[in-house]
């Protein structure tokens, strides 16, 4: 067993709309002269660590355990998992 | 000019607790006998497409600006700024 670095990324699907990132781009970026800003999507990050046998297992297991727990909801959001090679 | 996608993390100091991350393990993922996870940190992912004329110049204007703009609290936060190679 070791602890292996998980990631997850939960953020709204493309095709619906992200409020939050829209009023960063807006109100804060271009109305202060950051006009080489294009676009601004926010996403929650949860920065895990994951016992578990292999890399594999521990992204198989948060992905497992995100989708149980109902972490995101899976009508507007997309759950991405990645697990970092090194140990924790 | 071409448009680089940006990734910028914004998360709590290591020493600065977090009780968003605290709460979803213990009362969460714990309870819901998914011990294996060992530690959870939350954090704030603006997912961004800036216009520059390299990769290193849009990683350097969103620094800048994220710093300028006060996106993050420094006293508390760190901010993690990323240039993707590829074009957004």
Redesign the interface.
């Known amino acids: 067993m070791r602890?292996y670095r998980v990631h997850v990324?939960i953020?709204n699907k493309p095709l619906v709309r992200d409020p939050e990132?829209e009023v960063?781009l807006r109100d804060?970026?271009i109305k202060?002269g950051?006009e080489?800003?294009?676009?601004?999507?926010?996403?929650?990050?949860?920065?895990?660590?994951?016992?578990?046998d292999s890399e594999a297992e521990a992204k198989e297991?948060?992905a497992k355990?995100c989708n149980?727990?109902r972490?995101y909801n899976p009508v507007v959001s997309i759950c991405t998992v990645t697990a970092t090679s090194g140990e924790?």
Do not use: Y
């Not at 999507?41 to 920065?47: E, P, S």
């Open positions: 602890v990324t953020e990132g960063i804060l970026m202060n950051f080489c800003v294009r676009k601004v999507r926010t996403a929650k990050l949860l920065k895990m660590e994951v016992e578990a297991i948060t355990m149980e727990l972490i924790a």
